[in-house]
């Protein structure tokens, strides 16, 4: 069974710091989706990424393919970041077609 | 809006009721999946569809849950006799159907949610 795992589960930080956000995984995957999640539920795809970084705005996604895990970045966070970011990879030829998800990261960016 | 719509976004029924929930995917994909997720915990995965194939069950669809997509193109997901422990955000995601090697289309793209609470 593939897990995925996030650390830290809860992040409070102060506007303009640097947020680190890890995910570790536990089988080969296909792709690994940064997704982020406000409050009501609705989930946005932030990032898929098969290898290296990829950068959006403020958001940087990392993979290390070796070493299974991959880290979200965010710069100059601003109160608007908050939300829980959640880790999910596909799995190739695996039972099920659809997302392992990690259990989130619930980060709140205080003024 | 051509995302992926949920109705309703609220259910509150009471033990023992049935609840139809309905997802109506993004044009043109032909994947469409169903997710659970309780507080605190990431989304499970249910099912998914291929056009109008159910390829797909999860051991936590028992056999009070049932999904379709008669035509291909919207799907409802109907829990029979719910219990307590039904209580989730049940989310419905969709995608095209091959990627034909580009991972960009492996991007599934989520509804806002149907948050269901048995009394």
């Known amino acids: 069974k593939n897990e995925v795992e996030q650390s830290p589960q809860n992040l409070t930080a102060q506007e303009g710091e640097f947020i680190t956000i890890n995910c570790s995984y536990s089988v080969g995957i296909s792709a690994l989706h940064w997704l982020q999640q406000h409050p009501g539920g609705g989930i946005v795809s932030l990032f898929m990424?098969?290898?290296g970084k990829k950068k959006h705005g403020r958001l940087i996604a990392t993979i290390n393919i070796q070493e299974k895990h991959s880290s979200l970045h965010i710069t100059a966070s601003h109160p608007r970041d908050s939300a829980v970011y959640i880790c999910?990879?596909?799995?190739?030829?695996?039972?099920?077609?659809?997302?392992?998800f990690g259990k989130g990261t619930h980060l709140i960016i205080q003024p | 809006d051509t995302g992926v719509s949920q109705d309703p976004r609220h259910k509150i029924t009471k033990r023992g009721q049935n609840v139809t929930f309905r997802c109506d995917p993004i044009?043109?994909?032909?994947?469409l999946y169903w997710y659970r997720q309780t507080l605190g915990q990431g989304p499970e995965f249910l099912t998914y569809f291929q056009n109008e194939a159910q390829l797909e069950k999860s051991r936590l669809l028992s056999d009070r849950f049932s999904a379709e997509r008669p035509k291909g193109s919207f799907s409802t997901l109907e829990i029979q006799r719910t219990e307590q422990g039904d209580s989730a955000m049940y989310l419905c995601?969709?995608?095209?159907?091959?990627?034909?090697?580009?991972?960009?289309?492996?991007?599934?793209?989520f509804g806002a949610g149907t948050r269901l609470s048995v009394l």
């Open positions: 999910a990879v596909s799995i190739p030829g695996g039972g099920a077609d659809g997302l392992t």
């Open positions: 995601a969709s995608r095209p159907g091959t990627s034909g090697g580009n991972l960009a289309k492996n991007i599934q793209y």
């Open positions: 044009s043109e994909h032909n994947r």
């Open positions: 990424l098969s290898s």
